[in-house]
């Protein structure tokens, strides 16, 4: 599972409350994305990060913040939740491409996914 | 606007037939195209990828085609099993740079014993 952990693995929120999902790595890699999925559209992406501070979003980032302060976190904020961010939310990271890995660099590994549903 | 299709939202197969499932793009011009396995409640996992200059990948029992002039791409489990049974997602490097996928809706399969 490529040392991907998210946190909570499923949570109820009230709308209007904030919530913070938190992904951990412990690849080292540099890349990490957000993604939401939910029938009918698949998955979609919210935000990336490309680095330590250095963020950019994705198909669907309204309502939605990211942080990056160290390499091995990538945290996606929800700063007042409403009931169309009732989903499940995947991290993923970059496949590292370095001598030895099984997978090109171009793949994603993913999490286990946290859901979310918001009242 | 971009756009990817998976042309089955679900698929049934008998066991040990072969299941080929579908991927179709427009507004792309993807270097390269993947294909995911997702099972219930559980994140996506990498199965292959397959480079603009390939036209067939293997790995054991997938295959997997890309014709760019076709903008689709095959996705073949031959001797299916009732294990194969998920959802399988296609996904193509976005137009906006090599680091983001954007990713097909999927199609569910089951295997029939």
């Known amino acids: 599972d490529a040392g991907i952990t998210q946190s909570p693995r499923h949570k109820v929120t009230e709308t209007g409350t904030p919530v913070t999902l938190r992904c951990h790595q412990t690849?080292?890699?540099?890349?990490m994305y957000w993604y939401r999925q939910d029938p009918g559209h698949g998955l979609r992406l919210i935000h990336y990060?490309?680095?330590?501070?250095?963020?950019d979003k994705g198909e669907v980032s309204d309502g939605y913040s990211v942080s990056r302060s160290k390499t091995e976190d990538f945290l996606l904020t929800l700063e007042s939740a409403t009931s169309s961010q009732t989903s499940v939310y995947f991290c993923a990271i970059r496949g590292g491409g370095a001598p030895g890995e099984p997978h090109p660099v171009e793949t994603q590994y993913f999490g286990p996914g946290t859901r979310l549903l918001v009242l | 606007s971009q756009k990817i299709e998976q042309n089955s939202e679900a698929l049934n197969i008998q066991e040990g037939k072969t299941a080929t499932l579908t991927c179709n793009y427009t507004n792309y011009s993807p270097a390269y195209l993947q294909w995911y396995r997702q099972d219930p409640g559980r994140g996506p996992v990498f199965l292959l990828l397959i480079r603009e200059n390939e036209k067939e990948k293997r790995k054991e029992r997938l295959k997997v085609t890309f014709d760019t002039t076709l903008k689709q791409s095959l996705f073949h489990i031959t001797a299916s099993q009732p294990a194969d049974s998920a959802t399988y997602l296609c996904?193509?490097?976005?137009?906006?740079?090599?680091?983001?996928?954007?990713f097909g809706t999927g199609t569910r399969l089951t295997i029939i014993p």
């Open positions: 996904a193509l490097r976005s137009n906006f740079g090599n680091e983001k996928l954007t």
């Open positions: 990060s490309y680095g330590v501070k250095d963020t």
């Open positions: 690849e080292n890699h540099r890349y």
